[in-house]
């Protein structure tokens, strides 16, 4: 969407010394040019404001290739005669046209430099086709590792699915691929397919049209959507719906499934609703109405595809049937349908500007998880399944990557960005209140793609909590707050080590069954209890490390 209102030279220099910054970041963790090709906002790119993309793609299961045009819709911010799209080989940019003129494209690497004939003139609108095909990428490991899946069900029939978060939607088609502007208007998808199977893409079905051995489906999106977002399901399958009644009025909530799990899928996506209700309750009105909610099974375990959550866990609870949480409470829930649906809040609605805040995505929607439970199971429920997370944490990286070079943050942004949140709700100390943060979060930042530093700032002035310190250890180190404590009769010592300068985060201890708020720093400081002190206790939910010293 639109870029920042800095004007004329405040954002020649910025954009310097941005530059700068990154590129000394490039060379001390050797990213590549081709990285910054991909992760930075260009000059080629900048100058230009998505506004739609019509995709039309031809899908060939006999020989794994696709082929089709992308009219890219786009309005001119600063005049410039050339544009980059990203695409990656094997798959092939054959042409660009704009006005029906042929134009010229220069390409390095993943990146194409498309030489604009017509002047663009700043507020106006252009139109650019671009002509693709080739035999995409096989996806290696989905959906993290992504391309296409080429699959065949139990009756032989073809069972085919895009994922390419991460690896990037220019693996199989070619237009912005940068998370900072999504298209304004959505996205037109007509699939083309053999005519013995479906089709599902984004959004909603507005035509089919029959053309003898293929047929063309086409889905439209009218809201913005993340490029990851845009995906090709085929296969055998049958659907069934329910209207769902939500805070924004009557929901459509369609199911795609393979005929051959109809009737189990019936019973599992009886979660869906559930899920929808537990959600707009903590995070407010599903974000895309118009576009209604789908799930659609897929042969990899899933993805969180605007409007047509993927979905492959084999209708099962858990993770592919397990607990991530070790406390049970994981299988009360299918893990797929309620991660991946979170991300309508957390990924769709709200979108990080650049991939390195992606905790933004993946620690808000695994934070989700228990408030699911929440919902429906209670607070206790809840509090022991996001605690028991803590055991996938590694530490071993901030959860924020580097900017500028499509670098991810560690993958502690899930469950360490999970407790991190949950920490957050014990500061708040005020579940209504903690409910309304988060529910201005998906008003304050609808439809926009954000940074972590806007989303912090927005909780920490809402809250009324100077957060800063509290953001700068868990997001942007690896150190974890030790609490270290000792009884002197009847007084608690107490202090943090392994903190960033200024942290001083006030934790709940019970002492002899009386709970007190400590507010403990770097320094020792103490509190007096009036009898001898028996018992000390810190309270689970606080993400840090205690420890008694003599
Ligand atoms: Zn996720």
């Known amino acids: 969407m639109s870029t920042s209102p800095l004007e004329g030279g405040l954002r020649g220099v910025l954009t310097l010394l941005l530059v700068l910054f990154f590129t000394i970041a490039s060379f001390a963790q050797n990213f590549t040019h081709q990285d ?63 006005d029906g003129k042929d134009l010229t494209i220069n390409s390095d690497g993943n990146a194409h430099f498309i030489q604009l004939q017509k002047k663009q003139e700043k507020g106006k609108k252009y139109d650019l086709t671009l002509h693709f095909s080739g035999t995409p990428r096989v996806a290696k490991r989905p959906p993290w590792d992504g391309g296409f899946t080429w699959r065949k069900d139990s009756n032989g029939k073809w069972f085919i699915a895009t994922s390419n978060q991460g690896i990037g939607a220019s693996i199989w088609w070619p237009n912005k691929d940068h998370p900072y502007d999504e298209p304004d208007n959505g996205v037109d998808l007509s699939i083309t397919a053999p005519s013995n199977l479906v089709a599902v893409g984004n ?140 991300h309508e809040w957390f990924a769709n609605n709200i979108t990080n500007k650049d991939v390195a805040d992606m905790w933004l995505h993946e620690g808000f929607t695994a934070y989700s998880e228990n408030l699911y439970l929440d919902y429906h199971y209670g607070k206790e429920a809840s509090a022991a399944y996001v605690t028991g997370t803590r055991r996938n944490i590694q530490n071993d990286r901030p959860i924020i990557g580097t900017y500028g070079v499509s670098h991810e943050g560690s993958s502690d942004m899930y469950y360490k960005g999970a407790n991190i949140l949950h920490t957050l709700r014990q500061l708040i100390e005020d579940d209504e209140k903690w409910r309304q943060l988060l529910r201005g979060l998906n008003e304050e930042f609808r439809h926009q793609t954000v940074s972590s530093a806007q989303v912090e700032q927005y909780l920490s002035k809402e809250s009324g909590i100077d957060l800063t310190e509290f953001w700068q250890q868990y997001l942007r180190t690896t150190k974890i707050p030790l609490l270290e404590y000792k009884v002197k009769g009847s007084e608690l010592q107490f202090r943090y080590t392994n903190i960033v300068e200024g942290f001083d985060m006030p934790v709940q201890v019970t002492v002899d069954e009386i709970e007190e708020w400590i507010y403990p720093n770097a320094e020792w400081k103490s509190k007096s209890f009036g009898d001898t002190i028996e018992k000390v206790e810190i309270d689970p939910d606080f993400y840090i490390e205690h420890k008694e010293v003599k």
């Open 36 to 98: 910054t090709l991909r992760g930075s906002i260009t000059p080629e790119r900048a100058w230009w404001n998505l506004q739609h993309y019509d995709l039309s793609v031809s899908v060939n299961p006999d020989t794994k290739s696709i082929q089709g045009t992308n009219t890219v819709t786009y309005e001119v911010l600063e005049p410039n005669q050339l544009l980059q799209i990203d695409l990656q080989p094997p798959m092939k940019l054959e042409k660009a046209v704009q």
């Open 203 to 342: 959004g909603r079905l507005i035509e089919t049209k029959d053309n003898g051995d293929t047929k063309t489906w086409h889905w439209k999106v009218v809201n913005p959507i993340n490029n990851y977002g845009v995906n090709i399901n085929i296969g055998d399958y049958a659907n069934f719906s329910e209207t769902y009644d939500g805070l924004d009025g009557k929901l459509n909530m369609d199911y795609w499934v393979l005929q051959e799990n109809l009737e189990e899928a019936k019973e599992q996506f009886k979660q869906a609703p559930m899920m929808m209700e537990a959600f707009e309750h903590w995070f407010g009105p599903y974000p895309f109405y118009e576009d209604s909610f789908k799930l659609v099974e897929v042969p990899y375990l899933g993805m969180e595809h605007q409007s047509s959550v993927t979905y492959g866990n084999r209708y099962m609870n858990g993770y592919l049937g397990s607990d991530l949480s070790g406390s049970g409470w994981g299988e009360k829930f299918d893990f797929i349908i309620i991660h991946e649906s979170g």
